[in-house]
């Protein structure tokens, strides 16, 4: 059974960075697309980035330049790091694995994906 574990979320004030963790267990990591979400309060669940098994990355526009995904097969975790955090930031994060053959598939919608991890939430003060 896969699980997806988020962490790093917490409290920051605008400016700051965070870098939130997800690792993946049971099975390899290499054999996903992975995927960050965010839901805010009384907001619908948004896409935020994606990366593709060979590393490929694709954005949601407000956070391109700021945010940047990444992965580490060999430690079977997916990184979303976050610079110059702003308070329409603040929501509850996700990760979210797709297994795809194709190795530089992209997914950005969240029913695309097969498997969830319980959240994390990063709240920016101003």
């Known amino acids: 059974q896969v699980q997806l574990v988020e962490s790093g979320g917490g409290l920051v004030q605008a400016g700051d960075s965070l870098r939130l963790s997800c690792e993946v267990s049971g099975r390899t990591l290499s054999s996903y697309t992975m995927g960050w979400f965010r839901q805010a309060p009384g907001k619908e669940r948004e896409f935020v980035a994606s990366?593709?098994?060979?590393?490929?990355?694709t954005y949601k526009d407000l956070v391109k330049g700021r945010f940047t995904i990444s992965r580490d097969n060999a430690k079977n975790t997916v990184y979303l790091q976050m610079n110059t955090l702003k308070p329409e930031d603040t929501a509850v994060y996700y990760c979210?694995?797709?297994?795809?053959?194709?190795?530089?598939?992209?997914?950005?919608?969240?029913?695309?994906?097969?498997?969830w991890g319980q959240g994390t939430q990063v709240t920016v003060s101003s």
């Open positions: 979210a694995a797709k297994s795809t053959y194709y190795s530089y598939q992209l997914y950005t919608m969240w029913d695309e994906y097969d498997h």
């Open positions: 990366i593709s098994r060979i590393d490929v990355t």
